[in-house]
């Protein structure tokens, strides 16, 4: 989830928050970045090397680095998506992945 709620309402952009927070700063860390987001830093990692970032990630001298206006412009086009939602970012899909759980399974051994 993300911990701060960017609207577009107010004629204030993601790009303006974003240089607010960190100023003189073009990239963010990959630490700075999951924090801003309300993300764990592992999550960037596992979104850039499986290429499934809804941002771009990029390597610099072998750290992980967000461009601040790509992550602005992912964080309005959510925006202008969904502007009534207070969830901007969700690492959840809705649908339960795995083996279903025992329900009430009778061992062929006990008697009824």
């Known amino acids: 989830m993300i911990n701060r709620q960017i609207n577009t309402s107010t004629s204030v ?10 100023p003189k700063k073009y990239f ?7 924090n801003f987001l309300g993300l764990e830093k592992a999550t ?5 090397l ?10 610099l001298n072998g750290a992980l ?9 992912y964080l309005d086009s959510l925006n202008d998506e ?4 207070n969830n901007l970012i969700s690492t959840q899909s809705g ?18």
């Not at 952009?13 to 960190?22: D, S, Y």
């Not at 969904?82 to 939602?85: K, L």
């Not at 009430?104 to 008697?111: E, M, Q, S, V």
């Open 13 to 22: 952009q993601a790009i303006e928050i974003l240089k607010e927070e960190f």
């Open 28 to 34: 963010l860390r990959a630490s700075e970045a999951a």
């Open 44 to 48: 960037l990692y596992n979104w850039k």
């Open 50 to 59: 499986l290429n499934k970032s809804p941002f771009p990630i990029q390597r």
């Open 65 to 73: 680095v967000i461009p601040i206006v790509g992550l602005a412009k």
């Open 82 to 85: 969904d502007s009534n939602s």
């Open 95 to 112: 649908k339960r992945r795995g083996r279903k759980p025992n329900q009430h399974k009778t061992n062929k051994f006990d008697k009824e």
